[in-house]
């Protein structure tokens, strides 16, 4: 735009590993449309989605080692309004591909590159398969979906604003309904299905409820100006008596709350943690994998930006709350983990567990912020691996004649 508009120009090196993503999703729809129908169009489709995950995967590697951060889809600090100071605002950017998004986005495809490892084997084990045997698994579709829940799941933690944060986050649990559903003539999978879809609309639900009101206090979207309007609303309430300085921090109170409630929804914290057994039973080896790490690590991913970069001056508030939802879910996790005589549903609620050991961190971070965020990601990043080798030797043993893991 020219004339007193906005030029927004675009870093495509620094969106290069989801574009990559996005790109061969799309040729594997393509690839799936035209190949003839031979058993050995699986394959073709299994290897351009890995070689695809690889280059995304060779692109993170190349701006880790780069250093730096880069940023884009930035709004200029014409248009941020005036703070407090009588100073604008500094430009912030919606996606910032830093230290802690390259991380997370690392570990995300990594965990990508076996979970389609895992599925090939699964594909082929359907194709196999006798008439009276589970339904053949679609591998177009499998790799399609697979490849959008990655390219949100990369996104999400260089979200820096509330609607990408929010869109990146469904675009991630979308897709999962149906790789859940997409094993055929299998009631236990449609049954997965069914009770991930409605646990996923009731958490987004809250979070869009919680983030409407988040934007209503602060009157912006952006991560940093939402820490900086909570600061300076602060400021300005101390010295006000009455009711509207109370019920705007009531208002704030019940925001975090929502917020992060739907974000404890999708990492299967206590007590929105009653979905994950039964969904993980039901659903392929491959989808409980990719639940397990993908979706978990996305999760965990949305809560850390939300609380440190957007709310880092009310974690006196939102400490204690985590503290106890984490001793909470470790309890709970390895109490329910005791009873499985199942493989999966044994991983299942040991990952709730887990889902514990990843928040306890959080609960110290006003008295040592960075301390707190790297122990997470740190144990974040062993997790997905002992996680990832966990379901691998459950999907090979099931596939040995008398393999009875799930």
Same mark, same amino acid.
């Given at each position: ?103 997370? %986005?690392? &570990?995300?495809?990594? +965990?990508? !590159?076996? @979970? ?6 699964? *594909? $082929? #084990? ?122 705007? %921090?009531? &208002?704030?109170?019940? +925001?975090? !709350?929502? @917020? ?6 999708? *990492? $299967? #914290? ?137």
């Amino acid at each position: 735009m020219t004339g007193g508009g906005v030029i927004q120009s675009i870093d495509y090196a620094a969106v290069a590993a989801p574009l990559v993503l996005a790109l061969v999703a799309g040729l594997v729809l393509l690839l799936d449309a035209f190949l003839p129908a031979r058993p050995g169009g699986a394959r073709v489709l299994g290897l351009v989605t890995l070689g695809g995950m690889v280059a995304a995967l060779a692109v993170v590697v190349v701006q880790a080692a780069g250093g730096g951060t880069r940023r884009t889809f930035c709004v200029p600090a014409s248009l941020g309004g005036a703070s407090a100071t009588g100073r604008a605002a500094p430009a912030s950017c919606s996606f910032v591909a830093d230290r802690f998004s390259l991380v997370i %986005a690392a &570990v995300v495809l990594a +965990a990508g !590159v076996v @979970v389609v490892l895992l599925s090939m084997t699964e *594909i $082929a #084990a359907g194709r196999n398969a006798g008439p009276a045997e589970r339904g053949r698994i679609p591998a177009g579709e499998w790799y399609f979906l697979l490849l959008a829940t990655l390219t949100g799941a990369v996104l999400l933690p260089a979200s820096r604003d509330l609607i990408m944060l929010v869109v990146s986050l469904e675009l991630v649990s979308l897709p999962v309904f149906a790789l859940t559903a997409l094993r055929r003539h299998d009631g236990r999978a449609a049954e997965a299905a069914l009770k991930l879809f409605l646990v996923s609309v009731v958490s987004t639900a809250v979070t869009l409820f919680g983030v409407s009101l988040l934007y209503g206090v602060t009157g912006s979207v952006h991560l940093d100006r939402i820490e900086a309007a909570l600061r300076t609303a602060g400021d300005m309430t101390r010295g006000i008596a009455g009711s509207a300085a109370g019920d705007m %921090a009531r &208002v704030t109170v019940v +925001a975090i !709350v929502l @917020v992060a409630a739907g974000f404890a929804f999708k *990492i $299967a #914290a206590v007590p929105f943690h009653f979905w994950a057994g039964d969904v993980y039973r039901g659903a392929p080896v491959p989808v409980a994998a990719l639940l397990s790490v993908v979706s978990k690590a996305s999760g965990f991913a949305g809560l850390i930006l939300l609380l440190t970069y957007a709310l880092p001056g009310k974690a006196a508030l939102w400490a204690p709350g985590v503290a106890v939802v984490a001793a909470l879910t470790m309890t709970a996790g390895n109490v329910l983990a005791m009873r499985q005589r199942g493989a999966v549903r044994l991983l299942a609620w040991s990952s709730v567990a887990q889902s514990g050991y990843i928040l306890a961190p959080l609960a110290v971070y006003a008295v040592a912020p960075r301390a707190a965020v790297g122990a997470s990601v740190a144990y974040l990043v062993f997790y997905a691996a002992m996680n990832l080798i966990a379901f691998a030797v459950v999907l090979l043993v099931a596939r040995l004649p008398e393999g009875q893991a799930r």
